[in-house]
């Protein structure tokens, strides 16, 4: 059972082009969470999403970012536009219900998002 | 607004010492606690939860400890080898309907051989 997956693993972009981030989930799994850490910062949330579904965007900045996890597929993150500020690493995890308290995210390894 | 804070935020010491990671919120009315590991460019990986109806939980050499009423955990590592050189985060999850978590700035440490 493969874990969490996200590529690439580092992407580079120039100011102004847009960024792809892709998670596949843990098999199973319908819940996929993003976060993002930027350097020298803790891990913060960005959004919640089930299949076909945002549940909590709240982390979201309120332009450029988007999310989405169709029925089919990985869950993207998409930025436009990213500027020198979007520079960091982005981390999916997944879990497969909400209602075990028991229930522990896994996380993939992160895209290092580097823009010049 | 749950504020999660990690001291120190780096520690060095020698291999075979035990050591106590800090974490504190702000907010006392949590449903969990989790701590994860991440080594450098990498993901995280959990080591431990702990229900906010617990009080620690211990797996090897590690053990957590929760505090709900005074906003802490602790995470006790003994005999410290090489090999736990990584930041330690602890991580807050609020409500049972979110798996949202809210995480400190973490503690980097260094074990020395």
């Known amino acids: 059972n493969a874990g969490v997956m996200q590529n690439p693993r580092h992407l580079v972009r120039r100011r102004g082009q847009e960024a792809r981030l892709r998670c596949s989930p843990m098999?199973?799994?319908?819940?996929v969470y993003w976060y993002r850490q930027l350097p020298e910062e803790g891990l913060k949330f960005m959004v919640y999403?089930?299949?076909?579904?945002?549940?909590?965007e709240s982390g979201m900045p309120k332009e450029r970012f988007s999310a989405e996890f169709p029925k089919e597929g990985p869950s993207i993150l998409r930025i436009q536009q990213v500027v020198r500020g979007d520079s960091a690493a982005y981390f999916c995890?997944?879990?497969?219900?909400?209602?075990?308290?028991?229930?522990?995210?896994?996380f993939g390894s992160g895209t290092q998002l580097s823009v010049l | 607004k749950q504020e999660v804070t990690q001291i120190p935020a780096a520690l060095s010491v020698p291999e075979g010492e035990n050591l106590v990671l800090n974490c504190s919120f702000t907010?006392?009315?949590?449903?969990?606690l989790q701590w994860f590991r991440q080594d450098p460019g990498k993901g995280l990986t959990s080591l431990l939860l702990?229900?906010?109806?617990?009080r620690e939980q211990t797996s090897g050499r590690l053990n957590a400890s929760l505090d709900k009423s005074s906003g802490r955990s602790t995470l006790y590592i003994a005999a410290s080898q090489p090999g736990d050189s990584a930041t330690y985060l602890c991580?807050?999850?609020?409500?049972?309907?979110?798996?949202?978590?809210?995480f400190g700035q973490g503690t980097t440490l260094q074990v020395k051989p």
């Open positions: 995890a997944s879990s497969p219900t909400l209602g075990g308290t028991n229930e522990k995210l896994f």
């Open positions: 098999k199973g799994h319908s819940h």
């Open positions: 999403l089930q299949k076909e579904n945002i549940i909590d």
């Open positions: 702990i229900q906010s109806s617990q």
């Open positions: 907010d006392s009315a949590i449903y969990n």
């Open positions: 991580a807050v999850r609020q409500t049972s309907n979110t798996g949202k978590l809210i």
